[in-house]
C-alpha cells in the first residue's frame, strides 16, 4: 500500500479551522447533532469488547429496512470510510482491475490508488447532465476486472441512478463475474423515499451507508457495508478483525439508540435541506457567471463557472476563504478542474447559506474587476 494524503482532506474545514470560516459551504452533510440533541441511556454501557460484526439489534434493523434477510449481511464499519477500505483492500490487489465513476468522493479511487491496481475511470460530464451510461462501463471491463464502482446518490454532483440504469450495471457485473460497490452514503438524504439498499438486489452487490451524511453524525465513525454474499462478507469480517477487531461500544451503543429514534429527526433535517435548495436554486437564476445541474438527493451541488467567462481560479478560491471567510470544495478535490465547485446546502441556517452564496457572488466580481473591500 502507498498512501498518501488527499486534497479534500488536507484542506478540510477541520483541518483548516473552523474557527477562519464563517460561511461553511464545503462541507457534505447535514447539520451536526449535539449529544444533548439525543435521548440516551448509557450509564450502565459496559465499555468490553462488542461482537465483531457490531451490535446485533442494529444489524438486524438495517438489514430489514433494506430489504435483506438477515443481520449478517451487515457488517458495521467504522464510518462508510471504513468500510470503503474494507472492501477494495479485501478484494483488489495490484494485479487486479477496477472501474470507477469520476468524479467521485476521493476514498473511492485513492484507496485503489494506494493498492496500485488498475483503474478505469467512467468520466461524468456536466453535458450529460451527470448521467451514468451504463455502455461505459460495459466497454471498460476487462479479463481481470475485480470491481466496479458507483455511487447513487452522486457525490458530489447529486445525481441519483434509476433501478433501470442500476439493473443494467448489475447485470453487466453479474454477466462477468465481477463485484458491484455501490456508495449510498446519501440514501437516506434522498428527496423522495429511497428504494431498497442495491445490495438486496444482488449477490454480486456490496452496498455502503453511514449515519455521517444523511443524520450528522459524524463523529460516531458508524457505517455499515451489506452483501448477500456469505464468503466474500466472511472475508470482510476478517479484514475488520486485521484492522480495528471491532467497533467503539460507545459509537455502537449512541448509534443505535439514535437509529430508534431517527424519524423524529428526519423532518427538520429534509425542511433545512430542502430551503437551502431553493435558496441555491433562486441565486443560481440571477448568476449568470455559474451554472448547475441541480440535484436529485443527497445535499451537495456541483457547481461549474460558465465556459466563456474567464478568472483566476486561485485567485479566487484565496479571496473566498481568507477575505470572505467562505468555504467550498474545489473541483480539484474531486480530480476535475477548479471551475467546478461543490456546494453543501444542508449543514448551515438559511440565513449562513445565503450569505455564503452572496460572498462567492462577491469574491467572483472581485476577481473580474480586481477591486478591493
Not at 457505517?223 to 456469505?230: N, S
Request: with cysteine.
Amino acid at each position: 500500500m502507498h498512501y498518501r494524503r488527499m486534497p479534500i482532506e488536507i484542506e478540510s474545514p477541520e483541518e483548516f479551522g473552523y474557527d477562519k470560516v464563517l460561511y461553511n459551504l464545503s462541507e457534505s452533510s447535514v447539520t451536526d447533532l449535539n449529544m444533548r440533541d439525543l435521548s440516551l441511556s448509557i450509564g450502565d454501557l459496559d465499555l468490553s469488547y462488542i461482537p465483531h460484526r457490531g451490535h446485533t439489534e442494529f444489524r438486524a434493523a438495517l438489514a430489514h429496512e433494506a430489504g435483506l434477510q438477515h443481520p449478517d449481511q451487515v457488517l458495521i464499519t467504522n464510518g462508510a470510510a471504513g468500510a470503503l477500505f474494507i472492501i477494495n483492500s479485501a478484494l483488489l490487489t495490484a494485479d487486479d482491475h477496477l472501474i470507477v465513476v469520476r468524479p467521485n468522493y476521493a476514498t473511492n479511487i485513492e484507496v485503489p490508488r494506494a493498492i496500485g491496481c488498475g483503474i478505469s475511470f467512467i468520466d461524468l460530464k456536466f453535458e450529460d447532465k451527470w448521467r451514468l451510461d451504463p455502455q461505459k462501463i460495459a466497454e471498460a471491463i476487462r479479463p481481470n476486472t475485480r470491481l466496479i464502482s458507483i455511487t447513487t446518490p452522486h457525490n458530489p454532483t447529486g445525481m441519483v441512478m434509476t433501478l433501470a440504469e442500476i439493473d443494467a450495471v448489475i447485470a453487466l457485473a453479474e454477466r462477468h463475474n465481477v463485484f458491484l460497490l455501490v456508495d449510498e452514503t446519501y440514501r437516506d438524504a434522498g428527496f423522495t423515499t429511497p428504494y431498497p439498499a442495491v445490495a438486496s438486489r444482488s449477490k454480486c452487490v456490496i452496498s455502503v451507508g453511514s449515519l455521517s451524511k444523511a443524520y450528522g453524525l459524524p463523529g460516531l465513525r458508524t457505517g455499515w457495508l451489506m452483501t448477500q454474499h456469505t464468503t466474500l462478507m466472511e472475508t470482510f469480517l476478517a479484514a475488520k478483525e486485521m484492522i480495528y477487531i471491532s467497533n467503539s461500544a460507545l459509537d455502537e451503543a449512541v448509534a443505535w439508540q439514535f437509529y430508534q429514534q431517527k424519524e423524529q429527526f428526519l423532518p427538520a433535517i429534509q425542511q433545512k435541506s430542502m430551503q437551502n435548495l431553493d435558496i441555491l436554486r433562486n441565486w443560481l437564476e440571477k448568476e449568470s457567471r455559474l451554472e448547475a445541474i441541480l440535484p436529485e438527493g443527497g445535499v451537495v451541488c456541483f457547481l461549474r463557472v460558465q465556459p466563456g467567462f474567464q478568472v483566476d481560479m486561485e485567485r479566487f478560491y484565496h479571496l473566498l476563504t481568507q477575505e470572505y471567510k467562505t468555504m467550498v470544495g474545489p473541483g480539484h478535490w474531486f480530480e476535475m478542474p477548479d471551475t467546478y465547485m461543490r456546494i453543501g446546502f444542508g449543514f448551515t441556517s438559511a440565513e449562513v447559506f445565503e450569505k455564503g452564496l452572496e460572498c462567492i457572488g462577491q469574491a467572483l466580481q472581485h476577481v473580474q474587476h480586481g477591486w478591493h473591500r
